[in-house]
């Protein structure tokens, strides 16, 4: 079921914010951290969170609105979010990237984009995982999940966590695998 999907791959970014917070805490101590590592989870968190994830809960959540219409105002602001961590997200991807050109970005500059980008992406799960996907799971009927899940056009595999890992994110796995 779709909503089953969406709760396994808010394990796997949270998998991957836990891992920025890692990254977080060895900055705010003075250690050395592969900036390439964290360009990685949010090239992830970029192209298959943003062209993948979201679409799919977007696909729930205009359903939910068209024909739930009493809890709609929830809704309409997840959408919203959406575009906001899109916005943070690439963002954040252009402090990185700056970074690995050897721009200077000093480092508690650095940390507080980094907070700041993985409070907003866990408040944001949190969020869904707490108030919006039960609310969907209390109302749908099996008649509402059989057409959700024929408007939702499926994504190639997911290219970190599925079956097959693209040679970009090797490393990546690896090191949530260590």
């Not at 968190?45 to 939910?64: G, R």
């Not at 959406?82 to 690995?100: C, G, N, P, R, S």
Request: contains cysteine.
């Amino acid at each position: 079921m779709i909503l089953d999907e969406i709760h396994t791959e808010h394990g796997y970014i949270g998998r991957l914010l836990t891992l920025l917070q890692q990254k977080l805490a060895a900055i705010r101590n003075g250690q050395e951290v592969n900036y390439s590592l964290i360009k990685d989870i949010v090239s992830y968190l970029q192209n298959h969170a943003q062209y993948c994830h979201h679409p799919k809960e977007d696909v729930l959540y205009h359903y939910y609105q068209a024909h739930y219409a009493d809890e709609a105002e929830q809704m309409e602001s997840l959408e919203k979010e959406h575009e906001k961590l899109a916005e943070l997200t690439h963002e954040f991807a252009d402090t990185v990237d700056m970074i690995l050109m050897d721009a200077v970005i000093p480092l508690d500059v650095f940390a507080d984009k980094l907070n700041t980008f993985v409070d907003c992406q866990k408040a944001h799960l949190e969020f869904e995982e707490r108030k919006i996907l039960p609310l969907i799971r209390l109302h749908f009927t099996p008649e509402d999940w059989q057409t959700v899940s024929e408007l939702y056009e499926k994504c190639d595999s997911d290219p970190l966590f599925g079956n097959q890992v693209s040679d970009c994110y090797r490393h990546l796995a690896q090191r949530l695998h260590a």
